[in-house]
DNA sequence: TCATTGTTGACTAATCTAATAGACAAAGTA
DNA sequence: TACTTTGTCTATTAGATTAGTCAACAATGA
């Protein structure tokens, strides 16, 4: 049950350009740099994010990319679907015609729940959440460095 | 964020052990016709779940695996945790040194609080439940043949 | 025109998955 | 005791996936 580092990479990407939201495109280098990504491994990231009209990009000089809409109005769930595929644990809870025993499967029918389960944090999780609990954490970060 | 055939497989496996809980041991061949599932393959995760005190084994002649426990004190949890290992999402959810953002990351918040999610299914789920769902099923598909 | 920046496709090393095969160990039976 | 049955352990393997890296290309602004 784990995610990959293109799930990971890109969640912290998109976080990095929802902090950002509104200021124009941003360099794949500064995100890769303050997200501890590998340069030539988030190039392969942002495709597909371009292509489900997450990001926007731009080439050439003062290019980069940037959210095509606003971060409350991305949804994890999507982006994990465009980065992992689908969140499925097993393939037959989507496509029971893979095996002869999904009609009566007890065990595909909790692999369902665990799906379901998955897909609910991730559906209620927005990007804007993500920028909130981040300014939340560094509000406290700073208030405990005074004390 | 899938779940591989040794947890599905291992999954099956012991759901046909808890429906024939008493009956003494069972032949791995046996599981392994009824279950689908290749009969060498089955060996290998037989192994962990014995030595996790999940089952217990006779060899020689007369010999099988039998349920070490009543199938309302093996949670799926375990089973999982034994075949497939930690089913944390991503590993700085368990282990924050490996990461140094750990401290102040939001991403692996969220993985966190998928984790609690996954984990809520397979710690409320035991054999006696996939028992009772099977034996529902099948109480309903036979009257649905009956109509 | 040239420097900058994203895009695309090819390539690769390492690891994981899903098995398969063979020798071995223990237990019951004739 | 010898034999058969059945689980156990160790290797081996083909194929897929992961996590990158590299080089050539395409668009854009100065």
């Given at each position: 049950?784990k995610l990959?580092?293109?799930?990971?990479?890109?969640?912290?990407a998109?976080?990095?350009?929802a902090l950002?939201y509104e200021?124009g495109?941003?360099?794949l280098?500064?995100?890769?740099?303050s997200q501890?990504i590998?340069?030539r491994y988030?190039?392969?990231?942002?495709?597909?994010?371009v292509?489900?009209?997450?990001l926007?990009?731009?080439r050439?000089?003062?290019?980069?990319v940037?959210?095509a809409?606003s971060?409350?109005e991305?949804k994890?769930s999507?982006?994990?679907?465009?980065?992992e595929g689908?969140?499925?644990?097993?393939e037959?809870?989507n496509?029971?015609?893979?095996?002869?025993?999904?009609?009566?499967?007890?065990p595909r029918?909790?692999?369902?729940?665990?799906?379901k389960?998955?897909?609910?944090?991730l559906?209620?999780?927005t990007l804007?959440?993500?920028?909130?609990r981040?300014k939340?954490k560094e509000?406290t970060?700073e208030?405990?460095?005074?004390i």
């Amino acid at each position: 049950m784990k995610l990959s580092t293109r799930g990971q990479y890109g969640t912290r990407a998109l976080l990095e350009l929802a902090l950002r939201y509104e200021e124009g495109p941003v360099l794949l280098k500064d995100i890769a740099r303050s997200q501890q990504i590998p340069l030539r491994y988030l190039e392969h990231l942002i495709t597909p994010l371009v292509a489900g009209g997450i990001l926007h990009s731009v080439r050439g000089a003062k290019g980069g990319v940037s959210l095509a809409r606003s971060p409350e109005e991305v949804k994890l769930s999507e982006v994990i679907q465009l980065l992992e595929g689908s969140i499925t644990p097993v393939e037959c809870v989507n496509n029971p015609g893979v095996c002869n025993r999904s009609k009566l499967c007890v065990p595909r029918d909790i692999w369902g729940e665990l799906k379901k389960a998955i897909d609910n944090v991730l559906e209620s999780t927005t990007l804007q959440d993500l920028v909130e609990r981040q300014k939340k954490k560094e509000q406290t970060a700073e208030s405990m460095y005074y004390i």
